[in-house]
Structures are given as structure tokens and as C-alpha cells.
């Protein structure tokens, strides 16, 4: 996507949910049951599932219907995407897998439920955060999904408060509470997932860029910072990770970009140990970055996060479905050529491999709230929005979200492995880097 230079605004686009005949009839032959499907906040049972088991390497039965239906049909609701553009700023390396937002509209645009996607750019600083939610204020917005991460997220945070837009951090956690929620675990989770991780307490050699830290205490501790030589710090690490001998774990904490070339450097360098990564690895930015850099897609690289990878698919469970229908719908939208990218200068179909189920979950959770709602009203979404309980199932994509609390996900974060292993539940196209992707798996 291009990156907007010397920009003195954020960047302000429209998504464009275009559905042919076409798809809908695609999406409607493809479901296994096409029943409709009412949201609610944890008053009304689930709808019925076909408890049927997957055949090996095959998503489940997506019987959780493709389109969502809101309390309310026929509102118009219009809710705010803040991106960070740029391939070194803050908060840039989640610019891809926000593109899920997108698949939230076109869903709920198919359940008679039109949402209208201000998206904005933030250009990594406290500043643009800041003016990008004034100007959605000035829009009307009911809600904003704060799709970039990092310490400049807090502008958005001060201001979305100050004028009482309820707010849902979908990578981080910087200042949540009094109407701001994340889906990011908290750090202490997160901690505890990826400490599980280390063979040996008195053995962890830990490399970290300036501002960044795994929270693992480390015997031997190297900063990296832009401009140093990640081949020699590579080597620095082999000779700590061969003074501590066997059993020693190598941390990682950086960007994803800089992640992927450390690692690669530590794989040069015959760093044969368990490397475990901040969350970041997780953004797309990272495996595609290893994979240019000739870097390799090991089993030796975990990281901790809530499981919302595609592998989820393959359950036989309420979650299995629940992605399975959104995998369904990133298909259907990669088919048609008039369906565009948040940005509105691409198809979608050149994201259609990095798009993810939280920002999808965000846009669906804030809709919903705003359904509930016929004055238009950003702080009437606040306030219900503080009492909303989802399940898999109800127009989610990924675990259940409880938003009487400042972390809405349910689920715990886990010691999350890497592997090369495509799945095919995606459409791949030229220039996806489909032989860059990394799955992966809880356990």
C-alpha cells in the first residue's frame, strides 16, 4: 500500500463493500447451513452447529452463516479504522492484518447491516494518533478500532476519552479502562505463556532493540539498536548461548522487521537453540521479512499470544466454525474484483492472505453495541458497550469477548510455535508471499 510522505493529516479513506450476485450466491452455496443469525450479549443461546469432524487438513464445515445480523437491521452505523502506514513506523507492521475490518463490513453489509469504515493514518506519532480521532469525532463516528500498536497509541487513547468514542486497541494495551478495551493479553499473561517457553531459568541469553523486552530475566542481556550490525551481535549471542551450554534459550524483543533480521543473523551465526520472540512476530511482517532476507521458517521459533491463526479452522468446535465462516468470507471477497482494501486504492485481494480475525471481532463487537442504539450516539455506544458479552458464534470470528472488563478476550495467551505447513485455507496470490507465511499452533 503506498505510504502518504510528509503528510501534515492523517490519511482518510473509505472502505467500499461492493457484493455482486456473483459472491452472494458463492457465499450462500458454500455455507453448509445459511440460517440467520441474531448478536446478542449473552442472553440468548448459540446458534445450532452441525457437529460434524473436519476431514484431516480441512476447515470445519463453516456453519455459522457467512452474513451477520445485528439486533437492529437497516441502521447506518459508521465507525472509525486507525492504521499506521510506513514499513519502519511505529506500529506499521499491523497495517496488513487490519484488512479483517474489511471482512467485518462486507459481512455484516450482507446481514442488511450497512457499516460505513473511516479509515485513517496515524503516521506512527502521538500527534497524528491524537488528530486522527478528532476527526472522527468530527465524522460521527459511534466507535474507533485503534488497528497500530506502540507508544504513540496513547493520543488516541487521551483523546478517544476525552470525547467518549469507545475505543478497542486491537495489538496493544496502552492505557485501556474508563471506555477503551484491548484485545492485546496483558503483559503479565502474555509473561507467564512465553516463560514457559525457557528450558532452563539460569540459562536465557536475551537480545532486545531499544524500548522493547520480552520480560524473560536473562543471564546475559545484548541491545540492538538501527545501525548496528546484527551479524556481529548474532555472533556475541552464539558464544554466550556456548558459555551457558546445553539448554540455553535465546529471547528476542524488537519490530517485527528487525525481529526477522536478527533472527535470520542468529541463524547464520549456527544459533541452534530455542528462540523465543516478543508478540510482534506475530504481525506478517516478520515471516515475510525472514523469508526476503533468506532467513528460514523454524519449529525453534515460538512466541505467546491468543490462538486466532487459521489453524483454528480445523477444530471441530463452536471456534473451528467461527473462523472457518470468516475464512469463507476473506475467499469470497478475494474473488471479486470490486471489493477494495481499507484504503480504497487496492483490491482486496492483495491482502486476502494477511487479514485477521481481531479486527474483524472489533469492528463486529462495536456494531453491535452501536445497534443497540438508534440516536447515533457515541457515548449511548459507550455505556452498552461496558455491558456486551460475545461467544464464538455470534458474528465472531475468533474467542469469546467479555467487555465489562479492559481486556475483552476470554481466552488466555499460550506458548504459540511456529511452522512453514500451508493450510490452503486462504486464497494466495502473486505477491502474497504465500512461501513467507508462518502458521501458528498453540501447545
Not at 61 to 80: M, N
Not at 110 to 120: C, D, H, K, Y
Not at 369 to 384: I, P
Amino acid at each position: 500500500m503506498a505510504n502518504p510522505e510528509g503528510q501534515q493529516t492523517p490519511r482518510r479513506s473509505r472502505v467500499k463493500i461492493v457484493l455482486t450476485v456473483g459472491a452472494v450466491i458463492a457465499g450462500v452455496l458454500a455455507l453448509v447451513v445459511a440460517t440467520s443469525m441474531w448478536l446478542t450479549s449473552g442472553r440468548s443461546p448459540l446458534p445450532t452447529f452441525k457437529n460434524e469432524s473436519p476431514k484431516p487438513g480441512a476447515a470445519a464445515a463453516p456453519s455459522v452463516p457467512l452474513d451477520i445480523k445485528l439486533p437492529t437491521l437497516g441502521k447506518s452505523i459508521k465507525l472509525g479504522v486507525i492504521v499506521t502506514y510506513g514499513e519502519e513506523t511505529e506500529g506499521s507492521e499491523w497495517l496488513q492484518p487490519a484488512q479483517g475490518a474489511a471482512v467485518a463490513a462486507y459481512r455484516l453489509h450482507m446481514g442488511n447491516a450497512p457499516v460505513e469504515l473511516v479509515t485513517l493514518n496515524d503516521r506512527g506519532t502521538e500527534t497524528g494518533a491524537r488528530q486522527a480521532v478528532e476527526q472522527m469525532k468530527a465524522e460521527g463516528v459511534e466507535g474507533i478500532v485503534m488497528a497500530s500498536s506502540g507508544s504513540h497509541v496513547q493520543g488516541a487513547v487521551t483523546a478517544a476519552k476525552e470525547y467518549h468514542i469507545p475505543m478497542i486497541e486491537v495489538y496493544d494495551n496502552v492505557g485501556t479502562g474508563d471506555g477503551v478495551w484491548s484485545f492485546a493479553p496483558n503483559a503479565e499473561a502474555s509473561l507467564v505463556a512465553l516463560q514457559s517457553g525457557v528450558e532452563d531459568p539460569n540459562k536465557v541469553v536475551g537480545v532486545e532493540a531499544q524500548g522493547y523486552s520480552t520480560g524473560i530475566l536473562a543471564a546475559h542481556t545484548l541491545t540492538y539498536k538501527p545501525g548496528d550490525d546484527p551479524a556481529a551481535l548474532a555472533r556475541s549471542v552464539a558464544e554466550k548461548t556456548a558459555e551457558l551450554g546445553p539448554g540455553t534459550t535465546v529471547t528476542v524483543a524488537a519490530p517485527a522487521a528487525m525481529q526477522a533480521s536478527l533472527v535470520k543473523a542468529l541463524q547464520e551465526a549456527a544459533v541452534k537453540t530455542t528462540i523465543l520472540l516478543s508478540p510482534q512476530a506475530i504481525s506478517p511482517v516478520f515471516s515475510t521479512e525472514l523469508v526476503k532476507q533468506g532467513g528460514a521458517i523454524s519449529s525453534s521459533l515460538a512466541t505467546s499470544g491468543v490462538d486466532t491463526s487459521d489453524s483454528v479452522a480445523l477444530q471441530s468446535t463452536d471456534e473451528g466454525r467461527s473462523m472457518s465462516a470468516f475464512l469463507k468470507a476473506v475467499g469470497i471477497m478475494s474473488a471479486d474484483s470490486n471489493v477494495q482494501t481499507l484504503s480504497g486504492d487496492q483490491e482486496f485481494s492483495t491482502v486476502a492472505a494477511y487479514a485477521d480475525s481481531r479486527s474483524h471481532d472489533a469492528v463486529v463487537a462495536l456494531a453491535y453495541a452501536s445497534a443497540l442504539n438508534l440516536d447515533m450516539n457515541n457515548e449511548s455506544v459507550l455505556k452498552t458497550l461496558t455491558t456486551v458479552k460475545m461467544r464464538s458464534g455470534e458474528g465472531l470470528a475468533g474467542p469469546a469477548l467479555d467487555f465489562t472488563r479492559p481486556n475483552a478476550v476470554t481466552a488466555q495467551p499460550a506458548l504459540l510455535h511456529a511452522s512453514e505447513q500451508s493450510l490452503g485455507l486462504r486464497p494466495q496470490t502473486a505477491g502474497s508471499a504465500a512461501d513467507a507465511s508462518i502458521t501458528w499452533f498453540a501447545g
